[in-house]
């Protein structure tokens, strides 16, 4: 079975951290981009990050260029989320998925459940 278990979340301050990670199975690991997406109460689900299944170019939204790190580590079938500096606007559903090419639209092939970032001020 395809799974991708996103991990990680939790209840921060502003100007705190978290790193979120998301374990792959089930499908090869290495020939798949890897894109987190978050959604917020109320709002569209928005792309974050994604990591390429090539030479692992990454992309940033704007709204987290500087303070989010995507990251994959192809021996753990693992893509990580550092983020730092957390904003209260960062609070959402965070999920991970996969496609056969990294895209910026949410036309990902495999999701994973989410997991929940709740940033105070």
């Known amino acids: 079975d395809v799974q991708l278990q996103a991990s990680g979340g939790g209840s921060v301050q502003a100007g705190g951290s978290l790193r979120l990670s998301c374990v792959a199975s089930?499908?090869?690991?290495?020939?798949?981009?890897i894109g987190w997406f978050r959604q917020a109460p109320g709002k569209d689900r928005e792309v974050v990050s994604c990591i390429s299944e090539t030479d692992g170019t990454t992309y940033y939204a704007d709204s987290v260029k500087g303070r989010f790190t995507i990251s994959r580590d192809v021996t753990k079938n693992t893509v990580y989320l550092q983020m730092n500096n957390l904003k209260p606007e960062d609070t959402a559903v965070y999920y991970c998925a996969a496609s056969v090419t990294a895209s910026i639209s949410d036309n990902y092939r495999y999701w994973g459940q989410g997991t929940q970032v709740t940033v105070s001020s």
């Open positions: 089930g499908f090869s690991f290495d020939e798949y981009a």
